[in-house]
């Protein structure tokens, strides 16, 4: 928090507190958005999941075909 400080009176040599505290706040929330939708890829969605996953996994999930079935259903499509 010292640190934020140190920037927040840089920005307040130009700009009034509301305005800073205003940025800092919106700021914040998207910090706090994105942490939360790539949290939830890598939680729930199968192709990103794999960044989570060891080396020695992924080969061996290449080698077994189940990691192309995840491709292979990914862009399958409804063709009407
Ligand atoms: C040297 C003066 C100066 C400092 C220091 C400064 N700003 Fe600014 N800032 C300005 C000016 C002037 C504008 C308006 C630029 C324009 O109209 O295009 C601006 C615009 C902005 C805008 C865009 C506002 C809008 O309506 O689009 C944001 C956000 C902003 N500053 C945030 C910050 C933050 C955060 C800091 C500190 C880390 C900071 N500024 C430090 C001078 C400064």
Known sequence: MAKRKAMQDVC???HQQ?????H???YDAMV???NEKTD??????PMHK???TNTADIKS???SGEFQKIYSELF???VK
């Open 12 to 14: 307040l040599n130009c």
């Open 50 to 52: 794999w960044f989570n």
């Open 76 to 78: 399958k499509q409804d």
């Open 32 to 34: 706090k958005l994105y």
């Open 61 to 63: 999930a290449i080698k």
């Open 24 to 26: 800092y706040f919106q």
């Open 40 to 45: 939830k890829l890598f939680a729930d969605d």
């Open 18 to 22: 509301a305005f800073v505290d205003g």
